[in-house]
């Protein structure tokens, strides 16, 4: 628990320092409430409110809340309803360390904790539903909201060593999902072997596997799970994650069978080229220019597989590359998949865009020490992108009889979760399958 309590003090410093700067005296921040499916009674999964979690990162919290006012111990109203139809959560043993805590049984009361705590009229409230009877708050403040998120991108020791275990669990995921496939599993029965690995539910995955086999891999974020191999079985891309006390690991690899062909040459082609965009990275360089290098990479694999008939740089400049890696390079990684603050162009406010011919970047920040973020390359056959292709005066610089050939194998990502140091990167995703596989393989 040192590193968490060394995360509490730079937390406690950012709150301070922003709730200062944003014109307030203290914050309640709550976790918010379960919803329910529309006209059932029925829960959707509940997620706490991000901004709790950074501070209490145990999920079982609903309704619960912090008051933070600087100088002065974290309060902890923790609500712990007497219910016989769930198990009630409880105050874990380490919260009492660093928390002053109430525990409420009913919310009537728990508000009224609330109320009681503020004394004062410059207070902010952070969550989806302030209460009613909390008095003169303001939700939501931007600039407060803008100065939190952006420093969301430094993670803390704490942190980084909930995301390399998060990596951990899913590298284990991923190798029995690779022993799935290579044994002619269904996409259904893969994802299956993958949570008994990764030891997770699905609720608790921060976002939902993709699972994809041949043409499926061709769908950005393919949803479903066949019950059937299809026949041949000729490729996989699984992007799986796994969650540890929040956090998230964000994962993808592609795998061809033998009846890929030459399939499996471009995979290999990709995680070296990834490998490659990894290895140039570090403090001072700018995100949108390893997108930009992705492009390039993607640009000579085209040229090397002889997809294009133009040279590597002509498939670059043309933008033809676009066709075939329509997302961003990747994006900023922590309390969620795709953590807030990537697009903020200073602490306070403002916006830097994604350049227009790329407007899916999610990250435009430069690279600075204690980001984490993915570096997630791709290359797909999209039948609707290339058909779009095939109309446009660049068709001709394609080789389709190659593209129609590959097409059966949808498509590759490449993902791991990089921390950057002083001096360039952690990759806390090769790190974990380096070590899942001394483990089980
Ligand atoms: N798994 C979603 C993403 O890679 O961004
Ligand atoms: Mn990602
Ligand atoms: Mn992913």
Redesign the pocket.
Known sequence: MEKYAEHLEVLSERWQAALEQAGFDAAVVAAGAPREYFLDDLPVPFRPNPHFAQWFPDADCAHSALVIRPGERPRLLFYQPRDYWHQPPSVPEWAHAHFDVAVHTDLDGLNRAVAAALTSNRLAFVGEQPPDDVGAVTPNPPLLLNLLHYQRAYKTDFEIACMATANERAAAGHLAARAAFEAGLSEFHTQLRYLEAAGQTPEELP?HN?VAQNRHAGVL?YQHYERRPPEPLLSFLI?A?ASHAGYAA?V?RTYASPAAGAFAALVAGMDAAQRGLIERIRPGIDYTDVHEEAHRAVAALLAEHALVRCSAEAAFESGLTRTFLPHGVG?LIGLQ??DVGGHQASPDGGLRPPPEQYPALRLTRPVEARQVF?I?PGLYFIPMLLDELRQSPLAREVDWSRIEALSPCGGI?I?DNVVVTESGTRNLTREAFARAAELHG
Do not use: A, F, K, L
């Open positions: 976002y993709i974020h992007d994650g964000d993808t994006h998949t795709h993915t997630e990502r993902e």
